[in-house]
């Protein structure tokens, strides 16, 4: 990826780029961003783009939360990462590039998603831990109709129809990825209708966030250009299973060449220590990694969603996973899924948190209860207790209660965020409250 101004300007005039996004993912994971003109993009490059302090207070039906103390007064810069400029396939002769929010002293602000994320990785790096990570979209493909939503096949789960069916979005999906330098894993149709799931590659944790986005953005962009709705909202139907985005990360040393989670017999001490951390602020977590009101609609038990708090080896029911490894590929491939995980987060946020608490377990050498070799929800009331298995939180607002009194995310955000992002996330609880199911899923399938 481009290194300096002159790199993004050469790729940019030799792709005939007329305007360049200069983007950020907000307080409620919505992508916003501002465009500039090729003829001034050298001079935004070396100024960034003001940007009202007010748009951070906006939630995501675009009501702007006075009480934040964030308005029309104060102003940021847009400032863009240049290793992160991507042309966009999707969308003819324009390119894009991820920024920091930075005050006007060029200080990262406060509410600066991914300068919250890289002060986590440079904890965990002081510390002698190299974070890889990558997040596992689902989503739902389909038709628009009369302001609606008709799935795009309604084959079985990993069926070669609905392989088929989906076959012209998938290979677009996958071409503009691979432009964009994204490597893909894998891809099949999952169980619902019109639902599809495409993994791509792991990378060091802000790559790993800023892949997300791109993610979403090509996603949409593409089912754009072809006619098509795509959606990642996690429950876009009430009758349908819903849309996790499953959360894979290793941790290795400073080297690359030890992967801190893995021993012969499974996980190492490390890694049992990262589980019981993530464990211990699991009810609190999900406030930011599952931040929507939708997001309760699909942590149900037996949903295979993760409605409870433990782990296990290879189940899909445990909140955190541990997968099997590949043969041959033992130490590459030991890794943690953390399941209670939505495309409704901002992934900056949502990997900032689980990073910091799986490294207060580190630290603090806590270890988890045993693994959960079954269904959480089978579990008799004593059996559940000797496991420390436990209910999540089922709502929004249980879960901003939980994150109230979690001391260590809190720090994490910070004041001011933890702050802004309480009340833009009670302001949608509230904005919701008072309206029927339809229009709750109509709203979050349209903007996830």
Known sequence: MPATIEDVLDVALTASTRMVRFLYCDTSSI???????????????????????????????????????????????????????????????????????????????????????????????????????????????????????????QGLCFSTESMNRGARFIMGFIYALERQGIEVEQYYPELGHGQHELSIRHGPALQAADRHVWYRETLRGVSFEQGLEATLAPKPFVDQPGNGCHLHLSVWNQKGTANLLRSDDGLSDFGRHFVAGLL?????????????????????????????????????????????????????????????????????????????????????????????????????????QALAVRRLPTSLKEALAELENDSLLKEVLGEDMTRVFSIVKSSEHEAFAVKDVDYELTQHRNKF
């Open 31 to 153: 992508i916003r961003g501002k465009a500039t003109h090729i003829d001034r993009l050298k001079e935004r490059l070396e100024t960034g783009i003001g940007l009202v302090k007010g748009q951070m207070s906006m939630n995501l039906l675009d009501q702007l939360q006075t009480d934040t103390g964030y308005g029309a007064v104060g102003e940021v810069r847009l400032v863009p990462d240049l290793s992160s400029f991507v042309l966009l396939p999707y969308a003819p002769q324009c390119a894009a590039v991820m920024c920091d929010l930075i005050e006007l002293d060029r200080e990262p602000w406060a509410l600066c998603p991914r300068s919250i994320l890289r002060r986590q990785i440079a904890r965990a790096q002081h510390l002698g831990a190299h974070v890889q990570a990558a997040f596992e979209p689902e989503f739902m493909l389909g038709w628009p109709e009369n302001s609606g939503f008709v799935p795009i096949d």
């Open 280 to 384: 211990a602020h699991l009810p609190a977590l999900l406030a930011i990694t599952c931040p929507s009101v939708n997001s309760y609609r699909r942590l149900q038990p037996r949903a295979w969603s993760s409605a409870f708090v433990c782990w296990g080896y290879e189940n899909r029911e445990a909140a955190v996973r541990v997968p099997s490894v590949y043969w041959g590929k033992e130490a590459a491939s030991t890794n943690l899924e953390i399941k209670c995980v939505d495309s409704t987060c901002n992934p900056y946020l949502a990997l900032a948190a689980v990073i910091a608490c799986g490294m207060d377990g580190v630290e603090r050498k806590l270890e988890p209860p045993q693994p959960v070799d079954c269904d959480p929800s089978t579990l008799s009331e004593e059996r559940a």
